[in-house]
């Protein structure tokens, strides 16, 4: 009696579900929008169609499917599946977990499928937890997670999943989804009789940004707030969806890893001396609620790394970007931050001053610590004199052309060249003043006037 209770109280909650929940695919057949991680001949679907699975890190945005895939990834083995998330769990919770994966492990010979929502927001030692009944085959570890498990998840229990990146769904087949919980009697709205306007399903489907819970929200909404015409069908026009859809966030991160990616698109853009795709990403950052004077520093970096000297006022630009972004705050700043976008992609481009820096710096780490040449130390004591600091020093300025000839890098590093101008933009004139400077030194070569200092 007390299952049957229980499987009439199963059946109420069900149906009580929202409609993303009960339209969830319920075969691998059913599963649309993922075939570079489900398609045939993938690893997970060799995998799974071998009855071999393996602990997996499933990577993707949200409403891409991960849970529903995990639970599909169990049923296909048989085993018992058990879902907790990293938001509402820690160390104890897990402990109580494994012990019953050993249980169960020790009583039917069978593995436990354990799914981790959110793994990311476990910590290190949290995620060690798991490491050991991994290893051992104690568990099978579904970990589902938004983020980079690059960066998020262990790098020994990551050597032990198998990483499956699910994509945004593509609008055709978000199409197909809300197309099949319309037609659905059974788990979907077949029974209402929904019909869904031309209009209305193409801005729904653009709203949903590749989510399909976002999607099957907005229907469910729309569909219920959509009064039964004199033949008892819901007509749901645009303005209905409109009506309850809520702006959408759209695919930025600030605070994970799309917010690494969408600022290296900036850059790129820029370096690419494309203004319109440098527009675009900045205002999808700016539209994704990030920090105006993070973006404000990132575009002063890309003054110096990407236009450098071949337009030396592009720095200037940036800085005065940053200025203004700093004392008028948002959203006034935001012009001076398109201004200096706009100026930096189409500026000239020359990341020659970045590439001299880095040369210079290697030969900084690498190369023998020479003493800095006496003739170009300050002779600021009687004692540094007559080390000879100073001697032989010679005057720019009282020089014609204010150069003297003389050197001064270190002995082993003499003839080095770090900065080689570009031929763009103002780099050109100073690759031309480098030229003719680079003659007259020739001409005036100073002897090196001594090694190093005497002793006292």
């Not at 990834?73 to 907790?84: D, E, H, N, P």
Request: aromatic share 6%.
């Amino acid at each position: 009696m007390a299952d049957l209770f229980a499987a009439a109280g199963e059946e109420r909650r069900r149906a009580r579900a929202p409609l993303a929940e009960r339209m969830r695919p319920r075969t691998l057949a059913e599963v649309v929008g993922q075939e570079g991680a489900l398609g045939h001949g993938t690893p997970l679907r060799r995998m799974l169609e071998e009855d071999r699975l393996a602990s997996l890190i499933l990577w993707g945005p949200p409403g891409s499917g991960k849970t529903t895939l995990a639970r599909l990834c169990a049923s296909r083995t048989g085993a018992r599946f058990v879902a907790f998330s990293a938001v509402t769990s820690g160390i104890a919770e897990i402990k109580a977990v494994i012990a019953a994966a050993r249980e169960d492990l020790g009583m039917t010979g069978n593995r436990m499928v354990l799914f981790v929502d959110e793994i990311h927001r476990f910590n290190r030692a949290q995620q060690d937890a798991f490491l050991p009944h991994v290893e051992d085959g104690t568990i099978v570890l579904l970990g589902a997670t938004t983020e980079n498990p690059s960066f998020e998840v262990n790098s020994a229990l990551l050597s032990r999943c198998l990483v499956v990146v699910l994509g945004r769904i593509p609008e055709d087949d978000l199409r197909a989804i809300v197309r099949r919980a319309l037609a659905d009697r059974e788990r979907g709205l077949g029974a209402l009789a929904v019909r869904l306007e031309p209009e209305a399903e193409s801005a729904l489907v653009r709203a949903a940004n590749g989510d399909a819970r976002v999607a099957l929200a907005v229907l469910e909404s729309a569909a219920s707030a959509a009064a039964p015409g004199p033949d008892g069908a819901r007509a749901v026009a645009r303005a209905g969806v409109e009506a309850v859809l809520q702006r959408p966030a759209g695919l930025y991160d600030k605070s994970g890893e799309e917010h690494y990616n969408v600022i290296s698109a900036l850059h790129k853009s820029v370096r690419g001396s494309d203004p319109d795709a440098a527009l675009y990403w900045l205002a999808r950052m700016l539209e994704g609620g990030e920090d105006p004077l993070y973006v404000a520093r990132r575009v002063v970096r890309m003054a110096s790394e990407d236009v450098g000297l071949a337009d030396p006022r592009g720095l200037v630009v940036a800085v005065a970007a940053y200025q203004a972004v700093h004392f008028l705050g948002m959203p006034e700043g935001d012009a001076a931050l398109a201004e200096a976008v706009v100026y930096l992609a189409t500026a000239p481009k020359s990341n020659r001053v970045c590439s001299a820096l880095g040369a210079a710096r290697r030969d900084a780490r690498e190369e023998e610590a020479l003493p800095v040449p006496l003739h170009i130390r300050n002779a600021e004591t009687p004692l540094m004199r007559k080390l000879g600091y100073g001697a032989g020093y010679v005057y720019e300025h009282d020089e014609a052309d204010h150069l003297s000839g003389q050197e001064f890098l270190p002995e082993n590093l003499r003839g080095r060249r770090y900065y080689e101008p570009s031929p763009h933009g103002e780099e050109a004139r100073i690759r031309e003043r480098l030229e003719k400077w680079a003659e007259i030194r020739a001409r005036k070569r100073v002897p090196d006037p001594g090694g190093p200092p005497a002793s006292p």
